[in-house]
């Protein structure tokens, strides 16, 4: 399994070339030919994107209000309901043939929050999982429960694209103009808020390469 750091790219130039590498994944499957698995590390800047099952009264903000802002918004190929990536927030898109692994989709959702959750213990955060919400979430089962990390893939002929989005260092502020995943009652947080410092994204990027590729 291969692990490659994109840096800053734009998201739409992000989701070409995870397209390109998935279809020629499937395709090589179909055929019989040579692939490789990846971790695709990468950083948006402002973006909020809207999954298949997503609601657009998810989205707060007109055209012109996300344009003044500087961000866009995309509907995509990818469950879930709206996020939002930018800055500071570390996101990783495995490719990934899940059939290499012994893995079925559901499996795989809780192979990638198990990854984050080690993550976030590595810095002293205790995290877990809420009944019927994807993802990572902090103070689970109280008043209180606030999501650290996003998680909406897309599967097909067990292959995967799309993945995670942690927030590192994000800014929360861009949370606020959007009913993250759909709910309306939870919070947001980021390391950088549990922790009060700023966190190496380099190292983070680390940390979440390792656990990953230890538990697939």
């Not at 989701?15 to 990846?38: C, L, P």
């Amino acid at each position: 399994m291969k692990t490659e750091n994109w840096g800053s790219v734009a998201y739409a130039e992000a989701w070409n070339r995870q397209t390109e590498r998935f279809d020629a994944m499937v395709e090589a499957k179909r055929t019989g030919g040579s692939y490789e698995n990846s971790l695709i590390f990468v950083e948006h800047p402002h973006v909020y994107t809207l999954g298949k099952s997503g609601k657009d009264t998810n989205m707060l903000l007109g055209e012109a209000q996300l344009k003044a802002m500087g961000a866009t918004l995309y509907h995509i190929d990818r469950g879930g309901d709206i996020t939002y990536h930018g800055p500071g927030q570390l996101v990783c898109y495995p490719i990934l043939n899940l059939e290499d692994y012994h893995l079925g989709l559901k499996e795989y959702i809780r192979t990638l929050e198990e990854a984050v959750i080690r993550v976030c213990a590595s810095y002293g955060v205790e995290a877990g999982r809420v009944k019927g919400a994807t993802g990572v979430w902090l103070a689970t089962g109280t008043p209180h429960e606030r999501k650290i990390c996003a998680i909406g893939v897309r599967s097909s002929h067990f292959v995967t694209m799309h993945g995670l989005a942690l927030n590192v260092n994000t800014d929360l502020h861009y949370f606020g103009y959007i009913h993250p995943c759909g709910f309306m009652d939870k919070g947001v947080t980021s390391l950088q808020k549990e922790l009060g410092r700023e966190v190496s994204m380099e190292e983070v990027m680390k940390r979440l390469s390792n656990e990953l590729s230890a538990l697939l």
